[in-house]
């Protein structure tokens, strides 16, 4: 007891310094820190608890990383017109004797980021590890990325250790002759962007812990004028997000921890200096503990507590204004498997909410101290397709007039090939 008690904590303990020093260890890209909002969902009341119910099912995860050939999705309600998209897909085949081609296409679309990322890998195995040559193509050969990478391990090993390092728009004001099309308009860096970034996962029957981060260097580019009438500006941004989880059982409970950073800053100003440079600045973090446990050979019982912190700072001409809000979210679960492919879980949601502005910012967000919501979720195997839905009921009063209740529904589908 004792021994495990320690595994536990050093793990713990492990998994916070991982998240202090994540933001400086800086795949993805600048849209991921440039579509980057922290206010934008205020337009859902409900946003935290949506986005919990969006996650891939734990229990999927091993026969992902175990497959060459796989898809994943995870869609939902947001508003009454917007949806979650959340889609990962992953290709790979033989490149010669050793070497490797490999596809992988990332997409992100909901109330906090806006990106596609469609990457075209070629691997080459080395003394220590292999080698990665990236190619991100884009419409716009400006934005079109090339990385380098390492790593060593694989992806299911005991130890996995990947590095890499992204040039950003390397085709935009970098190594090419000409940044645009004959007639187009350039948008030149006078600082041009770097992502670096860091993954370590240590997998054990026992325990498992991850951390990574990636690093976007501040940058700066110049772009025409909104209008022909109005002089140039110049744009930066700069951004981290670091992440860390730490698994393990103890005294026949699964516990888990984890924590979430990332922040991004930007500015847009006019080279004249005829207004101000519209700074941007916001950030979102959190911590979380998950403890599970199996109740017989058929039920099991699942609880959680999520820490949410969020801050969105706007400057002139814009604002000034400030935006912070916290989410403490606790959650109970019980589930039942009928059998190896059939699993009912149904559960609560309740989200302490805490919300203040000062001056100018451009959303609102509806009165609410709280929210609550109860779900049920059916889990389905059909040959290698993973399939999960899930229909949440607000339990709340909703200010807005609603026919018998308020729902959401959400669905995850996970395959192999």
């Known amino acids: 007891m004792k021994r495990a008690a320690s595994i536990f904590f050093a793990g713990l303990f492990a998994l916070l310094c991982a998240s202090a020093l994540s933001p400086l260890r800086a795949h993805a890209n600048a849209e991921e820190f440039s579509t980057f909002d922290v206010e934008h969902q205020e337009e859902d009341d409900e946003s935290a608890l949506d986005h919990l119910l969006t996650r891939q099912p734990r229990e999927w995860r091993h026969e992902w990383e175990r497959a060459p050939l796989a898809f994943r999705t995870s869609q939902g309600c947001l508003t009454s017109g917007e949806w979650f998209e959340l889609n990962d897909l992953k290709l790979e085949t033989a490149l010669g004797a050793q070497a490797r081609f490999g596809l992988a296409f990332q997409q992100r679309h909901d109330n906090t980021q806006s990106w596609d990322d469609l990457a075209l890998r070629f691997r080459f195995p080395i003394r220590a590890g292999r080698v990665t040559?990236?190619?991100?193509?884009?419409?716009?050969?400006?934005?079109?990325?090339?990385?380098?990478?390492?790593?060593t391990g694989s992806d299911t090993a005991a130890f996995y250790l990947s590095a890499r390092f992204m040039i950003e728009d390397m085709l935009?004001?970098?190594?090419?002759?000409?940044?645009?099309?004959?007639?187009g308009k350039s948008e030149p860096y006078l600082r041009h962007p770097y992502l670096p970034e860091l993954l370590l996962i240590s997998r054990h029957d026992r325990w498992r812990l991850e951390a990574g981060g990636r690093y976007l260097t501040p940058s700066t580019k110049q772009v025409v004028g909104y209008t022909a009438y109005t002089p140039p500006r110049e744009q930066t941004l700069w951004g981290v997000f670091g992440w860390g989880a730490f698994e393990t059982q103890v005294l026949g409970f699964q516990t888990e921890a984890r924590t979430v950073n990332q922040q991004a800053t930007s500015t847009?100003?006019?080279?004249?200096?005829?207004?101000?440079?519209?700074?941007d600045f916001r950030r979102q973090w959190l911590v979380e503990g998950t403890v599970s446990r199996p109740l017989g050979p058929r039920w099991s019982a699942l609880a959680r507590y999520l820490y949410q912190s969020r801050t969105q700072l706007y400057g002139a001409p814009d604002g000034p204004g400030r935006f912070d809000a916290l989410d403490r979210i606790v959650q109970i679960e019980l589930g039942r498997a009928f059998d190896e492919h059939w699993r009912l879980r149904g559960g609560l949601l309740y989200d302490r909410v805490a919300f203040a502005r000062q001056g100018v910012t451009p959303w609102t967000s509806e009165a609410r101290e709280k929210e609550s919501r109860?779900?049920?979720?059916?889990?389905?195997?059909?040959?290698?397709?993973?399939?999960?839905?899930?229909?949440?009921?607000?339990?709340?009063h909703e200010p807005y007039e609603v026919v018998w209740h308020h729902d959401k529904g959400f669905l995850k589908l996970q395959s192999t090939f």
Do not use: C, M
């Open 268 to 279: 847009d100003q006019p080279t004249d200096f005829s207004s101000a440079d519209h700074h």
């Open 374 to 396: 109860a779900y049920v979720t059916l889990q389905g195997r059909f040959g290698r397709v993973s399939v999960e839905g899930t229909e949440g009921i607000e339990l709340d």
């Open 133 to 151: 040559f990236d190619f991100h193509p884009s419409y716009d050969k400006a934005r079109q990325d090339f990385a380098l990478a390492w790593d």
């Open 172 to 183: 935009n004001n970098l190594w090419a002759w000409r940044q645009t099309r004959v007639g």
